[in-house]
T-cell receptor, first 110, second 115 residues
Framework: KNEVEQSPQNLTAQEGEFITINCSYS?????LHWLQQHPGGGIVSLFM???GKKKHGRLIATINIQEKHSSLHITASHPRDSAVYIC????????????FGKGTLLTVNP | EPEVTQTPSHQVTQMGQEVILRCVPI?????FYWYRQILGQKVEFLVS????????KSEIFDDQFSVERPDGSNFTLKIRSTKLEDSAMYFC?????????????FGPGTRLTVL
């Protein structure tokens, strides 16, 4: 069973700050997903990673397969980035099931 | 832009009643999923579905739950006899291929309240 841990649980930042959210998992995976959940509840997929690094606008995601660790970075943070960021991994060799972390609540103040 | 839709947005039901949650996945997607999120807790996988059969299910997905793709567009989750602990947000998702290799697209969710 794959355990997914995220840190920090809560993060408060000032607008413009560089943000890092971390995710670690216990068992080898094929892919890791970063998701964003807004206060209304909807979930949006940000990245799917199996190796290396991906960038989309101000968001950067990295993964280190050997260390079983991924980071999500937000550059020049903005209040509209305030949301819960969730890490999820395909679990136990399965191609069809995701195991989710508890999420990181990010609040960016103006 | 294509999106996953879900109906209803909110369903209130009495304990013991049957409910059907509906989803319309993105049209060219082949893999479909249901997840649930109990208030304040993490998202949990329920079931994945491909080629008209369940490809994987979690321990939560017991005999009270079933999924169906009754036509070419809808994907449904049925809870036969609801319990108080079934109260949660239920998310449908779809992907072109298996989620080990493809991005998932989520619907807006159905909030189920069991009284």
């Amino acid at each position: 069973k794959n355990e997914v841990e995220q840190s920090p649980q809560n993060l408060t930042a000032q607008e413009g700050e560089f943000i890092t959210i971390n995710c670690s998992y216990s068992v080898g995976i094929s892919a890791l997903h970063w998701l964003q959940q807004h206060p209304g509840g909807g979930i949006v997929s940000l990245f799917m990673l199996s190796s290396g690094k991906k960038k989309h606008g101000r968001l950067i995601a990295t993964i280190n397969i050997q260390e079983k660790h991924s980071s999500l970075h937000i550059t020049a943070s903005h209040p509209r980035d305030s949301a819960v960021y969730i890490c999820a991994v395909n679990s136990g060799g399965s191609n069809y099931k995701l195991t989710f972390g508890k999420g990181t609540l990010l609040t960016v103040n103006p | 832009e294509p999106e996953v839709t879900q109906t209803p947005s909110h369903q209130v039901t009495q304990m013991g009643q049957e409910v059907i949650l509906r989803c319309v996945p993105i049209s060219n997607h082949l893999y479909f999923y249901w997840y649930r999120q109990i208030l304040g807790q993490k998202v949990e996988f329920l079931v994945s579905f491909y080629n008209n059969e369940i490809s994987e299910k979690s321990e939560i997905f017991d005999d009270q739950f079933s999924v169906e793709r009754p036509d070419g567009s809808n994907f449904t989750l049925k809870i036969r006899s609801t319990k108080l602990e079934d109260s949660a947000m239920y998310f449908c998702a779809s992907s072109v291929g298996a989620i080990a290799y493809n991005e998932q697209f989520f619907g807006p969710g159905t909030r189920l309240t069991v009284l």
